[in-house]
């Protein structure tokens, strides 16, 4: 499991590197405006998954404090759990970076919410979501 958590974290670092990073290359853009990069860990996640959804179903179907902290609990359910994190946080820090590109918005305001969207996922948007507002009410005033 260790090893798995570790290439879950290599799959997706270079994407966050070139949001954040390099925001205005044009590499950058170019592979983020992919979808495909919240592929493979995707396929991580359904190669975890998949082999034992006729156990997890039941538990995320009617789900309990007990139950999930017993999944998580366990490495396997950890290790599940992340790549659910990075997948989604990665899905969620792209829609950000292509929006904010579209919009104009500086990488300098962009760059931070996207870390924190990277280390914590909903916070992170919502901090996006407020440099977002910022930017279009000075766009409009």
Known sequence: METLFQVSNLLVMPFWALMILAPRWRWSQRIVGSLWIVVPPALLYAALVLPGIGQLLP???NPSLDGIAGLLGLPVGAVIGWIHFLAFDLFVGRWAYLDSQERG???????????????????GLLLYLVVRWFASRRAGA
């Open 105 to 123: 918005i500086s990488s300098w305001l962009v760059s931070p919410a996207l870390f924190f969207v990277l280390m914590f996922g909903p916070l």
């Open 59 to 61: 538990a995320l179907a």
